[in-house]
């Protein structure tokens, strides 16, 4: 089944410890993004990548990291997660020329 | 950058028809996208237009005029299973890079 999976689905984590959330399609997409969903604010984007080793900043860059050594992984590092980082963060890869958008099931995370 | 709008909540009766309009502002456009999210979960696909006129998908219909900034979806015949938020994107190609840009959502109500 075409998916793209998305873990931890929760996370409840503390101010200061690094974290991963990691990401992985089995379409062989090349274009691959971070977003994250928060109340009146709709989807944000922070980070994609058009293949792998080509990574670019999206909207909200600031805080997070991200790596593409893989076509299908994608993992959004955050080095030291604060309060502000509570959130819906959603994966997403699409084919090439990236249009239709599929995405993953959400991570909730909050950070204390 | 790009800048969308869309109404932030919407109120249908069962069976009727609707229609969601969005406006953007971007500095390179490369297609216009409108999702579907159900409360609680990931983004869903509905229909894609990156030339103008109006692209027809069962119940759903969506109209795009790049000259005016402008896309609206249509629903027929509501179901009570459309309560959903419907999000528009909008993808912008500027170099190499792909970015994608979402509002914030309309959230329709489908009443009996």
């Known amino acids: 089944e075409a998916q793209v999976t998305q873990n931890p689905r929760y996370l409840i984590t503390v101010t200061g410890k690094k974290l991963t959330v990691t990401c992985s399609q089995n379409?062989?997409?090349?274009?691959m993004s971070w977003y994250r969903q928060d109340p009146g604010l709709g989807l944000r984007q922070i980070y994609y990548?058009?293949?792998?080793?080509?990574?670019d900043k999206g909207d909200v860059p600031e805080g997070y990291k991200v790596s593409r050594k893989e076509k299908r992984n994608f993992p959004l590092i955050l080095e030291s997660p604060s309060p502000n980082q509570t959130s819906l963060y959603f994966c997403?890869?699409?084919?090439?020329?990236?249009?239709?958008?599929?995405f993953g099931a959400g991570t909730r995370l909050s950070v204390l | 950058g790009q800048n969308i709008d869309q109404p932030t909540e919407m109120t249908a009766t069962e069976g009727a028809i609707v229609q969601i309009n969005c406006t953007y502002q971007?500095?390179?456009?490369?297609?216009l996208f409108w999702y579907q999210q159900h409360a609680g979960e990931a983004p869903t696909f509905l229909s894609y237009n990156v030339l103008d006129g109006l692209e027809e998908k069962g119940r759903f219909s969506s109209f795009l005029s790049r000259s005016k900034g402008y896309s609206y979806l249509l629903l027929k015949e509501l179901q009570m299973k459309d309560s959903a938020s419907y999000l528009c994107?909008?993808?912008?190609?500027?170099?190499?890079?792909?970015?994608?840009?979402f509002g914030d959502g309309t959230t329709l109500t489908v009443k009996p």
């Open positions: 990548s058009m293949n792998v080793e080509v990574t």
């Open positions: 994107a909008v993808r912008d190609l500027r170099g190499n890079a792909g970015k994608s840009t």
């Open positions: 997403a890869s699409s084919g090439s020329g990236g249009n239709i958008q599929y």
């Open positions: 379409m062989n997409h090349e274009y």
């Open positions: 971007t500095s390179g456009f490369n297609g």
